[in-house]
């Protein structure tokens, strides 16, 4: 007869409730290596060093336009409350001139932040997806080397889904904490 091998077959976890432990959540894989990890990360982001320099100086452009457009309003009610009260006394007019090219001037400023805020996303976005391409190029190597009793004993959705759903993670997680992590501590300074 020919040679069996035996294959293990995971037991069914038990769940709880409609969703299993905590409403569907699972507790993240920590780390085996997490300095190593975040070096290796670090490494990655460190090809795109330009990029991500361009990106940090455009986030603190955008977040000092906001945080001189509110004084600048501040200005124009300030100049528009000391118009009406000179108005009201009989010793002056509101100066609506001055009130329109300043508000013109506040108007430029927001859309100079949203401009610079708008290329900054899109700097770190193109930076987070070449990442990404070289993590599945090198992934796609290994497992292009991998052993076929590997695949035996793991199932096939298993092994793409740590791929393709990893990888994903990681670069969303990526972009959304290197941006706001920028734009966050560019606030905190301004």
Request: one cysteine or more.
């Amino acid at each position: 007869m020919a040679d069996e091998t035996k294959t293990q077959i995971p037991k069914p976890t038990r769940q709880r409730g409609p969703m299993g432990r905590m409403g569907g959540m699972r507790r993240g894989e920590k780390a085996k290596d997490f300095k190593g990890t975040m070096r290796q990360l670090l490494g990655y982001i460190g090809q795109h060093k330009i990029a991500v320099f361009a990106a940090v100086a455009f986030a603190v452009c955008s977040v000092i336009f906001n945080i001189v457009g509110p004084k600048v309003l501040g200005q124009v009610t300030t100049k528009l409350f000391e118009g009406l009260v000179a108005k009201v006394n009989g010793t002056g007019d509101v100066d609506f001139d001055w009130i329109a090219k300043t508000l013109g001037f506040l108007l430029c400023l927001y859309l100079a932040s949203s401009v610079c805020s708008l290329v900054q996303g899109w700097l770190m976005t193109g930076v987070t997806q070449k990442i990404c391409y070289r993590m599945r190029k090198e992934i796609a190597a290994k497992i292009a080397v991998v052993p076929m009793s590997y695949f035996n004993g793991h199932s096939k959705g298993d092994v793409l889904s740590r791929i393709t759903n990893d990888v994903d993670t990681l670069g969303q997680s990526l972009n959304q904490s290197v941006t706001q992590l920028i734009t966050s501590v560019t606030q905190i300074i301004g």
